[in-house]
C-alpha cells in the first residue's frame, strides 16, 4: 500500500513537515495580528478596494468556519470567514484584501489565474482518481498494471501543474492586496510589516502544497521505473 511504504514517506516526508511548519506559523502570525487594530473590519477594507478598482458588482459575504475566506469567480463573490469579516484588526484586513487580490485578478484575466480555473477539475478529478488508478496499477503486477499505474500517474500530474500555476497566483494576490492596503490608506508601513508576516505565512502553505505533490509524482515514477527494471 502506498502509505506504508517507508520510501513515500522518505519522499514526502520533509514536505509533510513543512506544511505542519506552515500552518502553525499561519494561526500564531494570523493570532498575533488579530491583537492589532486596523481602521476598518476586513469586509469595509474588501469593499474599498473593489469599489476603488470599479468592481463594485463582486459581493461580499459572511462565510462559516475558521480561515475560510476564498473569492468565488463564477458569481463573482468574495466570502470571508466571521473573524475576517467583522474583525478591525491587521490580519482581517489582509486576508480579505489577499481575496479582493484574486478578484482585481479576475476582472484583469489575470493568465496564471485563468490557467488555474481551468484545471481546476481535472486536478481534483487527478487527486483521486490519480492515487487510486497508480494503487490498483502497482497491485495488478502485470504489463496491464504498469499501463493502470502510468495512467494514474499521468492524472496526478495534473495536480502538480495546478499547484505550480497556482503558486505565482496566490503570489500576486498577495502583492495586489499589500499594495492597495497601502494606497488606499487603509493601513501605514508598520501595519504592512504585520500584514506582510501572515500574508508571508500564508504563502508558505503553498509552497508546502506544491512540494508535496511534486514528491509524491517522483516517488510514482521512482517506483514504477523500478519495478520496470
Keep these: ?3 506504508f511504504d517507508i520510501n513515500y514517506l522518505l519522499f514526502v516526508g520533509p514536505a509533510f513537515l513543512l506544511a505542519l511548519w506552515a500552518q502553525y506559523r499561519v494561526k500564531s502570525t494570523y493570532h498575533e495580528a488579530q491583537r492589532m487594530p486596523a481602521p476598518l473590519s476586513g469586509a469595509a477594507a474588501a469593499r474599498h478596494i473593489l469599489d476603488s478598482a470599479g468592481l463594485r458588482d463582486v459581493q461580499i459575504e459572511q462565510v462559516g468556519g475558521f480561515l475560510t475566506d476564498h473569492y468565488d469567480p463564477r458569481g463573482r463573490i468574495l466570502r470571508l470567514s466571521p473573524e475576517n469579516y467583522q474583525s478591525r484588526s491587521l490580519a482581517a484586513v489582509g486576508i ?4 479582493a487580490g484574486h478578484a482585481l485578478q479576475d476582472a484583469h484575466q ?8 481551468a484545471a481546476v477539475p481535472m486536478a481534483n ?3 483521486n482518481i ?8 502497482m497491485a495488478m503486477a502485470s504489463t496491464a498494471g504498469q499501463m493502470v499505474a502510468w495512467g494514474g500517474v499521468a492524472m496526478f500530474s495534473l495536480v502538480v501543474f495546478f499547484q505550480v500555476v497556482n503558486l505565482p497566483v496566490e503570489f500576486n494576490a498577495s502583492s495586489r492586496a499589500k499594495a492597495q492596503l497601502v494606497q488606499l490608506g487603509i493601513i501605514d508601513q508598520q501595519g ?3 500584514v506582510n508576516r501572515v500574508l508571508n505565512a500564508a504563502a508558505l502553505t503553498y509552497v508546502a502544497g506544491t512540494l ?13 521505473s523500478g519495478d520496470r527494471r
Excluded at 490519480?130 to 496499477?137: K, L, T
Aim: hydrophobic letters at 60%; zero cysteines.
Design 1 to 3: 500500500m502506498l502509505y
Design 96 to 99: 480579505a484584501a489577499h481575496e
Design 110 to 117: 489575470y493568465a496564471p489565474l485563468v490557467i488555474r480555473n
Design 125 to 127: 478529478i487527478g487527486s
Design 130 to 137: 490519480g492515487v487510486i488508478m497508480f494503487i490498483i496499477g
Design 192 to 194: 504592512l510589516v504585520e
Design 212 to 224: 508535496q505533490a511534486i514528491m509524491t509524482l517522483l516517488y510514482f515514477v521512482t517506483r514504477l
